[in-house]
């Protein structure tokens, strides 16, 4: 897979780029972070608000508050994960769902 060869636009003032040698939109000075820029957590930490490239959702998400954002997707990791980790303790019962339905 080539990476280089994926299109952004800006969200703000939709610039569109492949490449770009600095960090911000050179049209709206807007702060854009794609993954092949890989910024040191610190950095990001320091930079605190900012828009992220998503890839595999295809979009930007503005962060904005870096530190924030990570406690909320640890969260969020922790959420997704649970019924995962919760099925592979016990078995799931069908018959448990019913009598929680009422039936
Ligand atoms: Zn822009």
Redesign the pocket.
Known sequence: MNKAAERYR?P????EFGFRKRKR?P????LLLIPSDAIRDAELGILGSFWMWHPAKQTWTFIYNWEEHKREALKKLDEYLAPVKLLQRDAVEPRQRQIEKGE
């Open positions: 800006c703000k003032c939709t610039w939109c049209t709206c000075g807007t």
